[in-house]
């Protein structure tokens, strides 16, 4: 069975700053992708970016950088300078690549809160 | 947008009743997820369909169920609802193309559902 463990309930940053939220997860599988999503207090669930097992470059799209360390099972999200729209909860999941297997396990979340 | 829909936005009903939540998939994206998003049991998967067919089951109650029809979208029936039931719905699509990398799920907006 996977598990993915968020462990800052929530953060507060200052607008311009970097910020990195923390992401751990388990499985005994080797092929499986990691996800980061946003979802805004209007409840969509926004895709931010992807990281698959096998990829040897973190993954990057924008200001949001993935810190993928494998042997650490921990797939970190940066936020580079930080905005007030990047208020929000955020969400690490992961999924294998197996057929049957492909649904998302995601963690508890942590509500990013950027201060002006 | 991500290209997933979902119907309707807001759902507000009774206890007992059956409701139908529906889905249409981004095109030509042929799995279809569905997750629920509770205060007490976060983001959890219910069910996959893959072109038809049922893919995968997670943590669906036996009051659920699901089905995918020939031109893609989904539904899901909810019955005899009871308070608990109340929640985010989320439909997501993916292509699940077979390869190295898992594939991208992409969410609709959800259905909020309230039992009353």
């Known amino acids: 069975a996977q598990k993915i463990t968020q462990t800052q309930p929530g953060m507060f940053v200052q607008e311009k700053e970097a910020v990195t939220l923390d992401c751990t997860y388990d499985t005994s599988d080797q092929s499986y992708g990691l996800f980061w999503y946003k979802q805004p207090s209007s409840g969509e669930m926004i895709f931010l970016i992807y990281q698959g097992s096998y990829d040897e470059q973190n993954a990057t799209e924008g200001r949001y950088s993935l810190n993928f360390q494998k042997a650490r099972k921990s797939a970190n999200l940066v936020i580079s300078a930080s905005q007030l729209g990047d208020s929000a909860m955020y969400f690490c999941?992961?999924?294998?690549?197996?057929?049957?297997?492909?649904?998302?396990?995601f963690g508890t979340g942590t509500r990013l809160t950027i201060i002006p | 947008d991500s290209g997933v829909t979902q119907t309707p936005k807001h759902l507000i009903t009774a206890t007992g009743q059956r409701v139908t939540l529906r889905c249409s998939p981004r095109s030509g994206d042929l799995s279809v997820y569905w997750y629920q998003q509770s205060l007490d049991q976060g983001l959890q998967f219910l069910i996959q369909y893959y072109n038809g067919e049922e893919r995968a089951k997670g943590n669906i109650l036996e009051r659920f169920s699901a089905q995918q029809f020939p031109d893609l979208h989904s539904e899901l029936n909810l019955s005899s609802l009871e308070l608990g039931d109340s929640a985010l719905y989320f439909c997501?699509?993916?292509?699940?193309?077979?390869?190295?990398?898992?594939?991208?799920?992409?969410f609709g907006p959800g259905t909020r559902l309230t039992v009353l």
């Open positions: 997501a699509s993916s292509t699940s193309s077979s390869g190295t990398n898992t594939d991208t799920q992409y």
């Open positions: 999941a992961m999924s294998i690549l197996n057929f049957g297997n492909e649904k998302l396990t």
